[in-house]
T-cell receptor
């Protein structure tokens, strides 16, 4: 049962253009969302996150948008650079489960982003 | 400030042997999570531990798998009598440090287990 879905396994974008990576979720208990970037043979690296009380969070070239009514979030990278080529994972966490805010993350299957010169 | 450390990076075992994977969280972090990634899939949660306590093991297979996070030393994920289906990348993450956000989990480089 995939509660976090990334329906595009791959995305190819020219350098300098915008990359938009999408993520959908089904669990209405999710209250915190994260994006991770992963290179081959390495662990995921935290990129940016957003709480469910917000609809946008920005950090440099990276912006995450959250549409709670549609259960959809997206990551925008502007401008895209060749070094951004990696697998991007969307992840989500349920809120205040068992009295703890530090619960498990649910991951999508990832989107392979390729930025070409 | 050292990140999350995992060892070994690569582990080869024959069917029926035991595999032990180690994870040292980031300095100051007291919460450890283990995830498994099968080929072409996302990361799947296995277990969440604090020092000397298992908080959530709902993602852990009921048999052959165990995890601990002792008062001293690294967290250990132990797989007994490994089978070929256990071949995967196992990632450890930590969170909860005083100087870090409690929401983000920071990952180690992973241990790639191959069962022959």
């Amino acid at each position: 049962d995939q509660q976090v879905k990334q329906n595009s396994p791959s995305l190819s974008v020219q350098e300098g253009r915008i990359s938009i990576l999408n993520c959908d979720y089904t669990n209405s208990m999710f209250d915190y969302f994260l994006w991770y970037k992963k290179y081959p043979a390495e662990g995921p690296t935290f990129l940016i996150s957003i709480s469910s009380i917000k609809d946008k969070n920005e950090d440099g070239r990276f912006t995450v948008f959250l549409n709670k009514s549609a259960k959809h979030l997206s990551l925008h990278i502007v401008p895209s650079q060749p070094g951004d080529s990696a697998v991007y994972f969307c992840a989500a966490r349920e809120g205040y489960d068992r009295g703890s805010t530090l619960g498990r993350l649910y991951f999508g299957r990832g989107t392979q982003l390729t930025v070409w010169p | 400030n050292a990140g999350v450390m995992q060892n070994p990076r690569h582990l080869v075992r024959r069917r029926g042997q035991e595999a032990r994977l180690r994870c040292s969280p980031m300095k100051g972090h007291s919460h450890v999570y283990w995830y498994r990634q099968l080929p072409e899939e996302g990361l799947k949660f296995m277990v969440y531990l604090q020092k000397e306590n298992i908080i959530d093991e709902s993602g852990m297979p009921k048999e052959r798998f165990s995890a601990e996070f002792p008062k001293e030393g690294p967290s250990i994920l132990r797989i007994q009598q490994v089978v070929r289906g256990d071949s995967a990348a196992y990632f450890c993450a930590s969170s909860g440090g005083v100087r870090s956000s409690y929401n983000e989990q920071f990952f180690g480089p992973g241990t790639r287990l191959t069962v022959l």
